[in-house]
């Protein structure tokens, strides 16, 4: 499955369709005056019914994918029923202009040709006033779809891998491990501001890996659109997170910031491989309590480097167990 917002033409916002349609205007001609001006606002109302195909082919929110329909409420700020309104404004609007442009090429046709000029420009300037008083919601609707558009492609139905954990944990190192995305690595919290995608092979099938944005341990109310993304990720899709944790001198999270976090995802009831990264530069006392937060919750955990490959291969085998009884059931 692609984007499903992928391959969605975006026409001009407002001020940028009517600054077009002013331009091209004074370049129509016609076999008369009336023509010519009839011409005109054909011209207008075809570019008018760029946001009636643009509303019709907009994808039907009650059927996207719960990833894609929260990436869209994540997106716009708002919730999917202001984004149906505001569908439903744009194309009450976009009909009611093409109406407008109707009637007046109608009325050009029937009058005198001194007048036909004086009509043009009144039906120039009412329909530009309609759209204009509704610029507010076709400006928005425009920019969260170019927004949606740049998402990266995300099958809902193919196997997947999500990394999770706070910011700065090693999760974009070690997607770059185990598949073909290329991810800015850097030693600064939330470097990752998307969710990146990459692939890898396990006997044949194709498996996506999503390096998501880092979590803090907070509430959500209080989390950003860049958290709320890997969230999304990890709990409206169905596959293995692989859940990192930070035990290096270096670690930014408490023990405690770290395993509330891990507690909040395995309430989604997910297939979680929990892994303890940096273990080639680790803290002892930040090991040890980690540890043994993890044994008394009767957890299992895996020791890796994603920097320095330490542990990777036995982690790649556990993920490919996992995938494949995923596959079978």
Same mark, same amino acid.
């Given at each position: 499955?692609?984007?499903?917002?992928?391959?969605?033409?975006?026409?001009?916002?407002?001020?940028?369709?009517?600054?077009?349609?002013?331009?091209?205007?004074p370049k129509i001609s016609g076999n008369s005056i009336k023509d010519r001006e009839i011409r005109r606002l054909i011209y207008y109302d075809e570019q008018v019914k760029r946001y009636l195909n643009f509303v019709n082919s907009f994808p039907r929110i009650d059927n996207l994918h719960p990833f894609y329909k929260e990436a869209l409420e994540?997106?716009?700020?708002?919730?999917?029923?202001?984004?149906?309104?505001?569908?439903?404004?744009?194309?009450?609007?976009?009909?009611?202009?093409?109406?407008?442009?109707?009637?007046?090429?109608?009325?050009?046709?029937?009058?005198?040709?001194?007048?036909?000029?004086?009509?043009?420009?009144?039906?120039?300037?009412?329909?530009?006033?309609?759209?204009?008083?509704?610029?507010?919601?076709?400006?928005?609707?425009?920019?969260?779809?170019?927004?949606?558009?740049?998402?990266?492609? *995300?099958?809902?139905?193919?196997?997947? %891998? @999500? $990394? !999770?954990?706070?910011?700065?944990?090693? &999760?974009?190192?070690?997607?770059?491990?185990?598949?073909?995305?290329?991810?800015?690595?850097?030693?600064?919290?939330?470097?990752?501001?998307?969710?990146?995608?990459?692939?890898?092979?396990?006997?044949?099938?194709?498996?996506?890996?999503?390096?998501?944005?880092?979590?803090?341990?907070?509430?959500?109310?209080?989390?950003?659109?860049?958290?709320?993304?890997?969230?999304?990720?990890?709990?409206?899709?169905?596959?293995?997170?692989?859940?990192?944790?930070?035990?290096?001198?270096?670690?930014?999270?408490?023990?405690?910031?770290?395993?509330?976090?891990?507690?909040? *995802?395995?309430?989604?009831?997910?297939? %979680? @491989? $929990? !892994?303890?990264?940096?273990?080639?530069? &680790?803290?002892?006392?930040?090991?040890?309590?980690?540890?043994?937060?993890?044994?008394?919750?009767?957890?299992?955990?895996?020791?890796?480097?994603?920097?320095?490959?330490?542990?990777?291969?036995?982690?790649?085998?556990?993920?490919?167990?996992?995938?494949?009884?995923?596959?079978?059931?």
């Open positions: 499955m692609l984007n499903p917002f992928e391959k969605l033409n975006c026409p001009p916002k407002v001020e940028d369709l009517i600054k077009i349609v002013l331009g091209r205007l994540i997106t716009a700020g708002k919730s999917v029923d202001n984004i149906k309104i505001c569908l439903s404004i744009i194309n009450k609007t976009s009909l009611t202009a093409s109406s407008i442009l109707k009637r007046y090429i109608s009325e050009i046709r029937k009058s005198d040709e001194t007048l036909a000029n004086k009509l043009m420009r009144q039906a120039f300037g009412r329909v530009s006033s309609l759209l204009r008083r509704r610029k507010d919601c076709i400006d928005w609707i425009i920019d969260v779809t170019k927004s949606m558009k740049k998402i990266k492609s *995300i099958d809902p139905e193919m196997p997947t %891998v @999500i $990394i !999770a954990g706070s910011p700065n944990v090693g &999760k974009s190192t070690l997607v770059s491990k185990i598949s073909s995305a290329k991810p800015e690595i850097a030693n600064y919290p939330f470097t990752t501001k998307e969710i990146h995608v990459g692939h890898f092979d396990i006997n044949g099938v194709k498996v996506q890996v999503i390096d998501t944005p880092g979590i803090l341990d907070r509430p959500m109310k209080e989390r950003n659109q860049i958290e709320r993304k890997a969230i999304n990720a990890i709990k409206n899709l169905n596959g293995i997170i692989v859940f990192l944790f930070d035990i290096s001198q270096q670690s930014l999270y408490s023990p405690k910031e770290q395993f509330d976090l891990l507690r909040e *995802i395995l309430e989604f009831n997910k297939n %979680v @491989i $929990i !892994a303890l990264n940096k273990i080639d530069s &680790k803290d002892e006392k930040l090991y040890d309590e980690v540890s043994k937060m993890l044994r008394e919750n009767s957890l299992n955990f895996m020791e890796i480097s994603a920097e320095n490959n330490i542990g990777i291969d036995e982690l790649k085998e556990e993920i490919k167990k996992r995938v494949l009884e995923m596959i079978k059931q």
